[in-house]
């Protein structure tokens, strides 16, 4: 039997204010020694009164605007209970039945456009974190650091609607992005602003009923959520098409091991007993104050990349790719203002730099786990080490190099290459001798060309930048080497 996966994603993500959700303490904690950024209200003491940081409200409604959501009229808090220790009151202040926006919607791009609904934006406190030490021989025990806790949190929980582990990682992705671009929460999944839980099940292709559905946690990267939905995925199918019962149940997904373990059974809402937070109003949202903040929103990622498409005559590949991401379409951008960028030839210009960004520097970027924003290499800089390609400074190849070591280091590129010796070889006496040397060491190649088989002009060309390590003009080389070998 053919077996249709359902995915549903809940993801929460922290706010960028300043401070806590219902207290005045610093909501960034990033840096903080354990248990300094509290006070009676995120520690849970008796008697404490919550208030409610307006900023985190403004930006959970910017956020569900841009989601295509209907923004409520009048919406609640709600006390969430259960007994974790990370839980510092014994219940979570959350929202139940009144979020603050309900039936939005954002597109998804694999195989073609799909629309992925968005069930409900709410806002509710982030809860502590628990430290756990493990020693060889020693008991484990674990640590628990408050200044999390009350942090403001967003979640935004998804229809059903995604079908495979691909769906879901494009989903998030093109989320993050537009979390970024609003300026309401870093994005970051690997420091935990931006987390992701996932709702996965399967059933009988044209079925209507699915099996009981797994939650799956503890996923900290987009890699991390397509391998453990890719691996639930196998693991339900195995157990269904075995005729052995699949149980809802919550489970956690272990990287070193690419597995998926038990971690308890699913919780239903009504485990949770709901009910409307008395320390706090209800609010009553202006819609004159919903207008006021769409009116607000900065440009998204969607509307960016159709600018670029028509402003800079980019192809889509090219500026889906650039505008994913705010921090790299910003920089684009920069560098596009830069005195240096408009020394390009104009024709070449805007898919030079793309070009840059999209291959060189994203592979650096990568590698280092690096944002392009903390990148030492301004646009400015890289402008300028095109421009040395252009003008025969350097070649294409040792530009690579040079890149490099202006990523790492933030010299200029001028200066790595007087002291690594990589300037150009454009003197046609110097280049002329070398075209010689090879054409006389490689007879074979030389008859080949002759012999209408073109790529061994490649061939030579490849021999002549070798011998000059990759220094040599290669406009100039092939035109040497193509009179030198029409006057043998």
């Not at 841009?66 to 969430?80: M, Q, V």
């Not at 420091?191 to 009923?209: L, T, V, Y």
Request: charged share 25%; net charge negative; glycine share 6%.
């Amino acid at each position: 039997m053919n077996y249709e996966t359902i995915i549903g994603l809940e993801v929460h993500a922290q706010l960028l204010t300043k401070s806590k959700m219902f207290c005045r303490c610093s909501a960034d904690y990033t840096n903080a020694p354990p248990n300094t950024l509290v006070c009676p209200v995120c520690l849970g003491m008796p008697g404490v009164l919550p208030t409610i940081n307006q900023q985190a409200v403004e930006y959970t409604i910017m956020t569900a605007i841009a989601l295509n959501c209907t923004i409520s009229d009048y919406t609640k808090f709600d006390r969430k209970n259960y007994p974790y220790p990370d839980l510092m009151k014994g219940y979570q202040i959350s929202q139940y039945d009144a979020p603050f926006g309900y039936g939005g919607w954002l597109v998804i791009e694999v195989n073609g456009k799909k629309k992925i609904g968005i069930t409900r934006v709410h806002l509710e406190e982030d809860v502590a974190k628990l430290i756990h030490h493990t020693s060889p021989g020693e008991e484990s025990y674990s640590l628990v650091d408050v200044n999390r806790s009350g942090v403001p949190l967003m979640e935004i929980v998804g229809e059903p609607d995604l079908r495979s582990p691909e769906e879901a990682r494009q989903y998030l992705i093109k989320l993050r992005s537009i979390l970024q671009y609003l300026g309401v929460s870093t994005g970051n999944m690997e420091e935990g602003s931006f987390r992701c839980d996932a709702n996965i099940s399967i059933r009988p292709e044209n079925s209507p009923e699915t099996m009981a559905k797994v939650e799956v946690k503890n996923m900290n990267s987009f890699k991390a959520v397509y391998r453990a939905l890719e691996y639930e995925a196998k693991r339900q199918r195995k157990l269904a098409e075995e005729g052995k019962r699949l149980t809802q149940e919550t489970r956690g997904w272990v990287q070193e091991e690419g597995r998926t373990v038990s971690q308890r059974s699913k919780e239903y809402a009504h485990d949770y007993r709901y009910f409307p937070e008395p320390d706090l109003p209800p609010l009553v949202i202006s819609q004159d104050w919903v207008e006021e903040m769409r009116m607000k929103l900065p440009e998204l990622p969607e509307a960016r990349r159709d600018r670029f498409i028509a402003e800079y005559n980019l192809p889509l590949y090219d500026a889906n790719l650039l505008t994913s991401s705010k921090a790299m379409a910003d920089y684009f951008e920069a560098c596009l203002k830069t005195p240096e960028y408009m020394k390009l030839p104009q024709d070449s210009r805007v898919k030079e730099v793309s070009n840059w960004l999209l291959g060189e520097f994203s592979r650096l970027l990568n590698a280092t786990s690096t944002e392009i924003k903390d990148s030492r290499v301004s646009p400015g800089q890289l402008c300028r080490l095109l421009n040395l390609i252009q003008e025969g400074g350097i070649s294409g190849t040792s530009a690579k190099a040079v890149f490099e070591e202006m990523f790492n280091t933030s010299q200029q590129a001028t200066d790595i290459i007087t002291q690594r010796g990589l300037s150009q070889i454009s003197d046609t006496q110097e280049v002329e001798e070398v075209v010689s040397q090879v054409i006389a060491a490689n007879a074979q190649a030389v008859a080949d060309y002759k012999a209408g088989k073109t790529p061994a002009l490649k061939f030579l060309v490849g021999q002549v930048m070798k011998v000059t390590g990759g220094r040599a003009n290669p406009k100039l080389v092939n035109e040497l080497l193509d009179k030198k070998l029409k006057e043998e």
